[in-house]
Structure formats: C-alpha cells, structure tokens
C-alpha cells in the first residue's frame, strides 16, 4: 500500500535546494505533522511531499507515528549531519554578516 503511494507521487526533476534548506531548517527544530511542516514553510502540500519524497529516498528525513496515530516527520541522523555540514555554516556567516554588515569586498 505504501509503495503505490509513493509511486502515485509527483517525482522532482530538478529540485531546488534552497526549499530542501528551508525544509530541512524546519525539521531541525524536531518531529512535526506533514501538514505543518508544508505551512511553516510556506509551501502548498502536494509540493512539499514531493521534497519529503525526496529527502526520504536520500535518507535524510523519516517518518514515525505518534501515540494519537498522527504521522510526524523528522531528520534522520544522516539528515542532521547533512545539514550541519551544507547549511549551518551558510547561516552562522550569514548571521555574522547581518551582525557586522557586510565588509564590501
């Protein structure tokens, strides 16, 4: 049953990182419903399923059901490597920047 969900899915062709980076911020803050994750990123839900789509098949998200049956979402422990070594250090230079203004080099 699962399979043929995931098959019935939109694939991405050519994703844009920078909405895996968005998803991504959100799930390192912990578990949250599919649902919400698509309106704290500000995406429609078919969208974001296609990017947790994705990020499942990378290994980088899972999925888990809670005790009221509710299906959460969260990084794997590949995933938060994942995002501490490709986006954190944009963020932290980018805080730094913002702090500082930037040197104008």
């Not at 803050?29 to 309106?39: E, P, Q, S, V």
């Not at 789509?53 to 995933?79: A, H």
Request: charged content about 35%; proline content about 1%.
């Amino acid at each position: 049953m699962r399979e043929r969900q995931i098959q019935d899915r939109k694939k991405l062709e050519r994703p844009d990182w920078k909405i895996v980076k968005k998803i991504m911020k959100v799930l390192k803050k912990g578990k949250i419903k599919k649902t919400h994750l698509a309106m704290d990123c500000r995406m429609n839900y078919g969208d974001c399923n296609s990017y947790l789509m994705l990020l499942y098949t990378l290994e980088l998200v899972k999925s888990e059901t809670d005790n009221k049956d509710c299906e959460l979402v969260g990084l794997t422990e590949r995933g938060m490597d994942y995002y501490s070594k490709h986006f954190a250090s944009s963020s932290v230079l980018q805080m730094y920047l913002e702090k500082n203004g930037s040197t104008g080099i």
